[in-house]
């Protein structure tokens, strides 16, 4: 069993960043691969990024490329996501989910066995 809790959420201006925390209970984390999600209103949930487990891998949904970066910390337990460039439509509820099993791309929410409770982001013009 693995416990996410997510932090830094918040309300940014356009053209703004925030960095995402996630994290992870358990000593199985360093062996996890991770993502990250989101849900805007009325739309189902998408994703954003995933990293393997030692971090040496990464891979960020078109729509994040280049403004969005994903890593962690195994040290610490602890997965960010570094949110650059924020734009209107990046308003969602962010959640970070741990490994991911086959048949399911590592982009598919149906993939991922832990979940977190999800944090706010909320960008203005």
């Known amino acids: 069993q693995v416990l996410l809790v997510e932090s830094g959420g918040g309300l940014v201006q356009a053209g703004g960043s925030l960095r995402l925390s996630c994290a992870a209970s358990?000593?199985?984390?360093?062996?996890?691969?991770m993502g990250w999600f989101r849900q805007a209103p009325g739309k189902e949930r998408e994703f954003v990024a995933h990293?393997?487990?030692?971090?040496?891998?990464?891979t960020c949904a078109d729509s994040v490329k280049g403004r969005f970066t994903i890593s962690r910390d195994n040290a610490k337990n602890t997965l960010y996501l570094q949110m650059n460039s924020l734009k209107l439509e990046d308003t969602a509820v962010y959640y970070c989910?741990?490994?991911?099993?086959?048949?399911?791309?590592?982009?598919?929410?149906?993939?991922?066995?832990?979940w977190g409770q999800g944090t706010q982001v909320t960008v203005s013009s």
């Open positions: 990293i393997n487990y030692s971090g040496a891998s990464t």
């Open positions: 989910a741990a490994h991911p099993r086959a048949p399911w791309s590592v982009m598919s929410e149906n993939a991922y066995e832990f």
């Open positions: 358990g000593r199985l984390f360093s062996s996890y691969a």
